[in-house]
């Protein structure tokens, strides 16, 4: 298998550009095999690794999130063990802690050694990580959609439509506990395909975690987002994407006055 990760770098790509496309080669593989599980009966794919893998965005990403949408033969630590003897049966040391303490189901598919076999890293004791997360209490009124990839393996992801994802997506962009850029990077793009979000479950998640209802429509959404903008570190958001953005020019784009002129653009019906 290293073999095969070989081949999707080249000396040609820049260091960040090798390590990030080396993660999304192990984030397909597990992906497929959890397909392979029939994880995908009760787990369904959201954040942004699924925008990059299903809708091709020009970012990566690091984690994988699922929200758990069946709760019927749902086990994690069965996945998690699932994925350590798929990614051991391909000749690649893995280790990985699941925990289960928490309403978000977690792990770290922590590669020792990959990097320096691949010539991106000095020495051996450094390590490549994917983060897995289920979300075990997900807002209500996320609607599904399954897509069959072809991206090395066959197989399909059960997951949020676009109005849904782009639902999520606003809630981690103004009430995540810190300023991420990557959320704001993919803001852009949905703003930018146009997309209308699924208020029911942006109204939902809001309620879960603020504990209060603000009562999002469309004749508001607006005005919400253009004084949320206010509260936002942009210099910081700018900071934490650009190690995931192959055009460092795109970061122009994260800023208020770019946001708050697609959003004024923005025809929600």
């Not at 934490?240 to 770019?258: G, H, P, S, T």
């Amino acid at each position: 298998m290293i073999e095969v990760l070989k081949q999707q770098i080249n000396g040609s790509m820049p260091p960040e550009e090798q390590l990030n496309r080396t993660r999304e080669f192990l984030q397909i593989m597990a992906l497929k095999n959890l397909f392979d599980q029939n994880a995908f009966e009760n787990i369904a794919f959201t954040g942004g690794t699924a925008l990059r893998i299903l809708h091709d965005t020009r970012r990566f990403s690091e984690d994988l999130d699922f929200s758990l949408v069946d709760t019927k033969a749902y086990d994690f630590k069965t996945l998690t063990a699932g994925l350590i003897r798929h990614f051991k049966l391909n000749n690649l040391e893995v280790d990985c802690k699941p925990k289960m303490d928490k309403t978000v189901h977690s792990a770290f598919l922590k590669f020792p050694g990959i990097l320096q076999e691949l010539g991106l890293g000095a020495f051996a004791e450094q390590k490549l990580s994917i983060k897995l997360e289920v979300d075990t209490n997900p807002p209500k009124g996320g609607r599904l959609a399954e897509t069959t990839l072809n991206k090395t393996y066959i197989f399909s992801v059960k997951h949020f439509d676009l109005p849904s994802m782009f639902a999520t997506k606003l809630h981690a962009c103004f009430f995540r506990k810190y300023t991420k850029g990557r959320d704001f990077y993919d803001l852009v793009w949905y703003l930018g395909r146009k997309v209308s979000p699924n208020l029911n479950l942006l109204n939902n998640a809001i309620r879960q975690t603020e504990k209060k209802a603000l009562g999002i429509t469309t004749a508001n959404l607006k005005g919400f987002m253009l004084g949320k903008f206010d509260h936002v570190d942009f210099n910081a958001a700018v900071a934490d994407v650009q190690r995931f953005i192959l055009d460092k020019n795109e970061l122009r784009v994260i800023n208020k006055n770019a946001l708050s002129a697609l959003v004024s653009g923005m025809d929600w019906k």
